[in-house]
């Protein structure tokens, strides 16, 4: 339980730190990013495809977080488009 809670934790904090620099970019012109910045959006992306991946993959351990870690997720990148 301890395990699918941490889990919800660090989910949200990926998706604030995506949205933050998601915020930052897009205030910004997009193409002034860096190649590093483009770098860390990309690796912030695929930390939460595969957070969003695990929650899912471990879905019967505490199911009624793991959709909502999952619905946050996909609210969170919708709002992104």
């Given at each position: 339980?301890?395990?699918?809670y941490?889990?919800?934790l660090?989910?949200?904090?990926?998706?604030?730190?995506?949205?933050?620099?998601?915020a930052?970019?897009?205030?910004?012109?997009?193409?002034?990013m860096?190649r590093?910045e483009?770098?860390?959006?990309?690796?912030?992306?695929?930390?939460?495809?595969?957070?969003?991946q695990?929650?899912?993959?471990?879905?019967?351990?505490?199911?009624?977080?793991a959709?909502?870690?999952i619905d946050?997720?996909?609210?969170?990148?919708?709002?992104?488009?």
């Amino acid at each position: 339980m301890k395990a699918a809670y941490f889990l919800l934790l660090i989910a949200g904090v990926v998706i604030f730190a995506v949205i933050l620099v998601y915020a930052a970019v897009r205030s910004s012109d997009p193409n002034r990013m860096t190649r590093r910045e483009k770098q860390e959006l990309q690796r912030l992306r695929d930390l939460v495809d595969t957070l969003d991946q695990l929650a899912y993959s471990h879905r019967e351990l505490d199911s009624a977080l793991a959709v909502q870690v999952i619905d946050e997720i996909r609210r969170s990148k919708k709002e992104l488009r």
